[in-house]
T-cell receptor, first 114, second 110 residues
Framework: DAGVIQSPRHEVTEMGQEVTLRCKPI?????LFWYRQTMMRGLELLIY????????DSGMPEDRFSAKMPNASFSTLKIQPSEPRDSAVYFC????????????FGSGTRLTVV | GIQVEQSPPDLILQEGANSTLRCNFS?????LQWFHQNPWGQLINLFY???GTKQNGRLSATTVATERYSLLYISSSQTTDSGVYFC????????????FGTGTRLTVIP
């Protein structure tokens, strides 16, 4: 398996622009998570999905953030409009509910909003 | 949410030395994991260990759920072990809402 695939790896955008981050989970994993990592706040859960359904989005910082999972193999995290304080590394992770809930993380997207 | 505390915050070791990293959590857990973030930023899952002991090569982990702590042991450390080690836990009301500790930064020098 290729693991959890995220794109793009790096994104630089201007304040006010829309940003879309993409994630392909491991095939067969039915839970998907979006995390954000910053120096100040560490790793924070933004939202997670079970079987493509959003379960808990209480970590989404503002209405500017939205996430979708239209099918089992694809999810997006969108920021519109973006602001400099959104600069961070955004990780996607997936896991298979069952005996082992271990998470597999993607390589992350480093977002810089200027 | 559950509070996760890790110690020590920083650790410098000579190659070949052993180390123990500690994770304390504030509530009963049904999900506890250890991760290694390498210098390139990649997060690697080391163990899913809400209770008991597991071993994987030079690494092993033990969680004593009743006393609310977990330990990660690294034996015969290598320079490739450098990076940040995170403990993450979820309480029994939200098994999928992992809260991460602030990590232990390990530097192994040759």
């Amino acid at each position: 398996d290729a693991g959890v695939i995220q794109s793009p790896r790096h994104e630089v955008t201007e304040m006010g622009q829309e940003v879309t981050l993409r994630c392909k989970p491991i095939s067969g994993h039915n839970s998907l998570f979006w995390y954000r990592q910053t120096m100040m706040r560490g790793l924070e859960l933004l939202i997670y999905f079970n079987n493509n359904v959003p379960i808990d989005d209480s970590g989404m910082p503002e209405d500017r953030f939205s996430a979708k999972m239209p099918n089992a193999s694809f999810s997006t995290l969108k920021i519109q409009p973006s602001e400099p304080r959104d600069s961070a590394v955004y990780f996607c992770a997936s896991s298979a509910r069952g005996f082992d809930y271990g998470y597999t993380f993607g390589s992350g997207t480093r977002l810089t909003v200027v | 949410g559950i509070q996760v505390e890790q110690s020590p915050p920083d650790l410098i070791l000579q190659e070949g030395a052993n180390s123990t990293l500690r994770c304390n959590f504030s509530d009963s857990v049904n999900n506890l994991q250890w991760f290694h973030q390498n210098p390139w930023g990649q997060l690697i899952n080391l163990f899913y260990i809400p209770s008991g002991t597991k071993q994987n090569g030079r690494l092993s982990a033990t969680t004593v759920a009743t006393e609310r702590y977990s330990l990660l042991y690294i034996s015969s450390s290598q320079t490739t072990d450098s990076g940040v080690y995170f403990c993450a836990a979820a309480d029994q009301t939200g098994a999928n809402n992992l809260f991460f500790g602030t990590g232990t930064r390990l530097t192994v020098i040759p």
